[in-house]
């Protein structure tokens, strides 16, 4: 009795530590970047290309569409695993209501 108690908390610690090793790979796995070009913005869309250096040394790429004057500005910032293609329609909406918006990545 007492040696398959010690053997069936072996057999659950072994499984419940397989189990967290999985979810680690899979939170690493889906919350890691993905650098990838991303190009002209679309032709449809009034944006210009901008680049900011940061104090690190980074350079963050972005498009620019200018809105309005004292219309106000929007700064649209993008998920994990996305890049600012994925922003398109929101900063279409903003951007006809008179904002200035900026996508980055």
Not at 96 to 103: D, Y
Request: aromatic share 6%.
């Amino acid at each position: 009795m007492r040696r398959s108690r010690l053997t069936l908390v072996i057999v659950v610690c072994t499984l419940a530590a397989l189990g967290l090793a999985g979810l680690w790979v899979a939170g690493d796995s889906l919350s890691a970047p993905v650098n990838h070009t991303v190009g002209a913005p679309p032709a449809d869309l009034p944006a210009s290309p901008v680049e900011f250096t940061s104090e690190s040394g980074s350079t963050l790429r972005g498009w620019l569409l200018r809105g309005g004057a004292g219309r106000g500005a929007v700064v649209l910032m993008h998920g994990v695993r996305a890049d600012r293609t994925s922003m398109v329609g929101r900063a279409r909406f903003l951007n006809a209501a008179g904002f200035t918006v900026l996508l980055f990545d």
